[in-house]
């Protein structure tokens, strides 16, 4: 049973009128743990969606080699670096101290999955007690492995990646999507939003679908986007993890239906990142 279609109006939730002295931090400091010798596109994604969806600061811990490419295309972005090309054990302590100097934490985008990648993540998420959005390679990591979540967490698979996350196939009925997050939430207590045409949300008790998007929305980079606005969402802390996960999904939706439009077939993440602030509009 689904008990409520994402509407618009989840968004008054969310931003809420800014007292004329407002000052940075009041709305959210963001940590991005992502990336790799590899990859350095989905922690960027991450970090300026987060921006774009009103957070106040938001900090990069990712590799070296990655870091000064990263900062010359996005200034706003702080990059603090560790020496080795993928996240390792020997990052976990440092990301634990950043992690406390901020609101909520985005993990996963471009990690990769060796076995040691995989081992650090699970013992980062074991330590912290920040509210996480864990996509991408870090579903990965937790998947079948006990890992406790806070409630807070949100988790954002895909078809496949909710597979790797719990085992069950999900088909394109709604109503099959809705029973298998609403358990998986309960099983990982926490929010889970199961991407797709029509987006499946749960925290083990509520459910919600949400329909913006757009079938053009199938580039790389528009899961990584979607998690950065999560995590500007749950870093302001009056927004709870189901709540974030709904309008993160709203969000990113439809301004990716308004990217959609222009460009078609050429719709970039990055054309939908620039569509972020109209659609909170």
């Known amino acids: 049973?689904?008990?409520?279609?994402?509407?618009?109006?989840?968004?008054?939730?969310?931003?809420?009128?800014?007292?004329?002295?407002?000052k940075k931090g009041d709305f959210g400091k963001v940590l991005v743990v992502g990336g790799s010798k590899y990859y350095s596109g989905s922690p960027v994604f991450n970090a300026l969606s987060a921006y774009r969806a009103g957070a106040d600061?938001?900090?990069?811990?990712?590799?070296?080699?990655?870091?000064?490419?990263?900062?010359?295309?996005a200034p706003d972005l702080i990059f603090y670096p560790y020496r080795?090309?993928?996240?390792?054990?020997?990052?976990?302590?440092?990301?634990?101290?950043?992690?406390?100097?901020?609101?909520?934490?985005?993990?996963?985008?471009?990690?990769?999955?060796?076995?040691?990648?995989?081992?650090?993540?699970?013992?980062?998420?074991?330590?912290?007690?920040k509210p996480c959005v864990i996509d991408a390679d870090a579903i990965h990591a937790i998947a079948g492995d006990g890992v406790k979540l806070n409630k807070n967490c949100i988790v954002t698979p895909h078809a496949y990646?909710?597979?790797?996350?719990?085992?069950?196939?999900?088909?394109?009925?709604?109503?099959?999507?809705?029973?298998?997050?609403?358990?998986a939430a309960k099983t990982y207590n926490c929010a889970i939003l199961l991407k797709g045409n029509i987006d499946a949300?749960?925290?083990?008790?509520?459910?919600?679908?949400?329909?913006?998007?757009?079938?053009?929305?199938?580039?790389?980079?528009?899961?990584?986007?979607?998690?950065?606005?999560?995590?500007?969402?749950?870093?302001r802390k009056w927004a709870s993890a189901f709540d974030a996960a709904c309008a993160a999904a709203y969000i990113n939706g439809a301004a990716g239906a308004a990217a959609a439009k222009k460009y078609g077939e050429g719709t970039l993440a990055s054309d939908l990142i620039n569509e972020i602030t109209n659609a909170i509009k």
Not at 57 to 73: E, M, N, S
């Open 84 to 129: 080795n090309d993928f996240f390792s054990s020997r990052n976990v302590k440092e990301a634990l101290e950043l992690a406390k100097k901020n609101d909520s934490v985005v993990i996963g985008g471009g990690l990769t999955r060796s076995n040691a990648t995989k081992a650090a993540v699970r013992k980062f998420l074991s330590a912290t007690n």
């Open 1 to 22: 049973m689904i008990d409520m279609m994402v509407e618009k109006s989840i968004l008054k939730k969310i931003y809420k009128k800014r007292d004329a002295w407002s």
């Open 201 to 235: 949300i749960s925290d083990g008790t509520k459910t919600a679908i949400n329909k913006t998007g757009s079938p053009y929305m199938t580039k790389g980079g528009m899961g990584d986007t979607l998690a950065g606005i999560c995590g500007a969402l749950i870093a």
């Open 57 to 73: 600061l938001v900090t990069i811990y990712g590799p070296q080699r990655i870091a000064d490419p990263v900062r010359a295309f």
């Open 161 to 183: 990646e909710f597979h790797v996350l719990t085992g069950k196939k999900t088909d394109n009925k709604i109503s099959n999507r809705i029973k298998l997050v609403k358990v």
